[in-house]
């Protein structure tokens, strides 16, 4: 499997921005679909985002659209999630995720081990 590094750790205002990194290693990151997902304590992982291993499709959840963006490059095995307008209710742990199938992501496949986003004023 591939292994997933994320980072980005940050704390920023209700407004803000902030870009996470998710940086794999071992096998062709080519073969994997990647997404993002974050918790809450308390509450269970909810999807944030996704794109496919070509970059060619992207899915969001609702709540994010039009302020979250999934990109990704494959050359240098990353994927990021730009996070623009910032709220209070996006603080959460992150996690990226990659799996061979795309409606698999979320459902197994290999986890990083979470970066922390504050937004907070």
């Known amino acids: 499997q591939v292994q997933l590094v994320e980072s980005g750790v940050g704390f920023v205002q209700p407004g803000g921005s902030l870009r996470l990194s998710c940086i794999a290693s071992?096998?062709?990151?080519?073969?994997?679909?990647m997404g993002w997902f974050r918790q809450v304590p308390g509450k269970e992982s909810e999807f944030v985002a996704a794109?496919?291993?070509?970059?060619?499709?992207?899915r969001y959840q609702d709540s994010v659209k039009g302020r979250f963006s999934i990109t990704r490059n494959n050359a240098k095995n990353t994927v990021y999630l730009q996070m623009n307008s910032l709220k209070p209710e996006d603080t959460a742990v992150y996690y990226c995720?990659?799996?061979?199938?795309?409606?698999?992501?979320?459902?197994?496949?290999?986890w990083g081990q979470g970066t922390q986003v504050t937004v907070s004023s």
């Open positions: 995720n990659a799996n061979e199938q795309f409606v698999e992501l979320g459902r197994g496949g290999s």
């Open positions: 071992g096998r062709s990151f080519t073969r994997y679909h």
């Open positions: 794109i496919t291993w070509t970059g060619g499709n992207t």
